[in-house]
């Protein structure tokens, strides 16, 4: 194994456990054990896009869209605008769900259906790191963010979408967008076992994920 291979899958390991952390501490200091069900933001403006579209597939199904926030995060919303017009995210799944917190997907090189999943979650594009674009835009229900191990400037092809407000999460983590459609289908997104840090039996997968200008 190469020394940067190794890094890339340090880096992603850290995530796991460090994103876990927190998810674990803000449950627990919460009480919250289920998805909130109802709208993302009663009062949310929907900027204008680009919008992400992704169609599920699995044990649910539906389209979510994602409103991109070019106007906080712009070099990670061109980064999801480059993968998902190259295809890359069709296919992959949602490795990691944590009941009342959160949905990650994202995981390009190891999270496609049908493939060995078992690497899911550890890894990333072949396209570089991105550097953080942190905001004051809250981890509110519906909020997309994006995924990085314990360095700041790590994040790369991986993202989550928020079940349930995480304060903890503010200014932490890069905000690239809020679900503006479709909450209804990440509801019903399947869940992991949180003994098992939320990885998920047979996941659900993005089947098609496009761009919406």
């Known amino acids: ?7 890339n899958l340090i880096a992603a390991g850290l995530f796991a456990l460090g994103f876990a952390i927190l998810g674990l501490f803000y449950l627990s200091s919460t009480g919250v054990l289920s998805a909130q069900n109802g709208p993302a933001d009663d009062g949310v403006l929907d900027t204008g896009g680009p919008y992400l579209v992704i169609e599920v597939a699995g044990s649910t199904s539906g ?5 991109l926030r070019d106007d906080v995060s712009p070099a990670h919303s061109a980064r999801m605008i480059e993968l998902a017009e190259a295809g890359a ?3 992959v799944v949602f490795h990691r769900v944590i009941d009342g917190f959160m949905a990650q997907t994202g ?17 990333g594009s072949d396209l ?3 550097p ?9 229900r519906g909020v997309v963010g994006m ?7 790590s994040a790369n092809s991986q993202f989550f979408i928020m079940f349930a407000p995480a304060p903890n999460l503010d200014g932490q983590y890069t905000v690239i967008g809020r679900v503006v459609e479709g909450m209804d289908v990440v509801d019903t997104i399947r869940r992991g076992d949180p003994r098992n840090n939320g990885a998920v039996t047979d996941p659900d ?9």
């Open 107 to 123: 995981d390009v090189r190891h999270g496609v259906h049908g493939g060995d999943l078992s690497m899911a979650g550890f890894g």
């Open 205 to 213: 997968r993005m089947e098609r994920v496009t761009i919406r200008r």
């Open 147 to 153: 995924a990085r191990s314990q360095a700041p400037d």
């Open 63 to 67: 389209e979510i869209v994602i409103d």
């Open 89 to 91: 995210y069709d296919g």
């Open 128 to 130: 570089p790191n991105l």
């Open 1 to 7: 194994m190469s020394p940067d291979r190794r890094a």
């Open 132 to 140: 953080a674009e942190f905001s004051r835009l809250p981890f509110d």
